[in-house]
């Protein structure tokens, strides 16, 4: 008999990739952006979205405003974006995944992503 060994099938729809040392993200519930910053740390970016960690709980489907700065952009990058999922961490923090209303264009997610 032949084993048959399958590789992981990658479904997403963008590539994920850590952010550079330099990337900050705030994190605002809502669309005014008027609220405290629930970001404590940013894990991952893609062009469609981000998973970070948030220190207040949200729900599903609720939206957020991400800024998102680091070194060298002339401004900060503003998106609206949806939670997609939300796991509590031991220590009382949330991890989320946060679909972006709208794509990141290419060269900004070069510039916020660290190379492979």
């Known amino acids: 008999m032949q084993a048959t060994i399958q ?4 479904r997403r729809r963008s590539e994920r990739r850590k952010p ?3 990337v900050k993200i705030e994190c605002r519930k809502g ?3 008027l609220g405290a910053n629930l970001s404590s ?3 991952d970016v893609s062009d469609t979205g981000a998973r970070l960690i948030i220190v207040d709980e ?3 489907l609720d939206e957020v405003e991400l800024i998102i700065n ?7 990058i503003k998106r609206m974006a949806s939670v997609r999922w939300i796991v509590k961490m031991e220590d ?3 991890c989320i995944g946060a679909e972006f209303q709208k794509r990141l ?3 900004d997610w070069q510039n916020l992503a660290s190379p492979n």
């Open 70 to 76: 680091g070194y060298g952009m002339n401004r900060p």
């Open 7 to 10: 590789k992981q099938i990658n």
């Open 105 to 107: 264009e290419y060269r």
């Open 20 to 22: 550079r040392r330099t």
């Open 92 to 94: 009382g923090r949330f």
């Open 41 to 43: 740390e940013l894990l």
């Open 31 to 33: 669309s005014l952006g």
């Open 58 to 60: 949200l729900a599903r």
